[in-house]
């Protein structure tokens, strides 16, 4: 079963910029793709960016032009680089990998938005 870790939340001022970090327990190149997910209280979880094994990306509309989703294939680490955060940002953000045997989450770090 692969772990997934993310740290890199925390609480910024809006206009600020965070780099969210997600650590995997094996290698990424073994995953279909990989992304980054977000969810608010009482909301469902949405996708925020993914990374296809190929590198491919693809960004919600709410994040694009903001946002960016890179990795570390060396370092089996993908990274959601977020600038120009607002209020709305403010979630918790899960990393997910996905091959077609499974789809894995990890628990998540919390990012916060002050205005």
């Known amino acids: 079963q692969v772990h997934l870790v993310e740290s890199g939340g925390g609480l910024v001022q809006a206009g600020g910029s965070l780099r969210l970090s997600c650590v995997a327990s094996?290698?990424?190149?073994?995953?279909?793709?990989m992304a980054w997910y977000r969810q608010t209280p009482g909301m469902q979880r949405v996708l925020v960016a993914s990374?296809?094994?190929?590198?491919?990306?693809y960004y919600s509309d709410s994040v694009k032009g903001r946002f960016t989703i890179s990795r570390d294939i060396d370092k089996n680490t993908v990274y959601l680089q977020m600038i120009s955060l607002n209020i709305e940002d403010s979630a918790v953000y899960y990393c997910?990998?996905?091959?077609?045997?499974?789809?894995?989450y990890g628990r998540g770090t919390q990012v916060l938005v002050s205005s």
């Open positions: 997910y990998a996905e091959d077609v045997y499974r789809g894995v």
């Open positions: 990374i296809t094994s190929g590198g491919s990306t």
């Open positions: 094996e290698s990424i190149f073994n995953f279909d793709h």
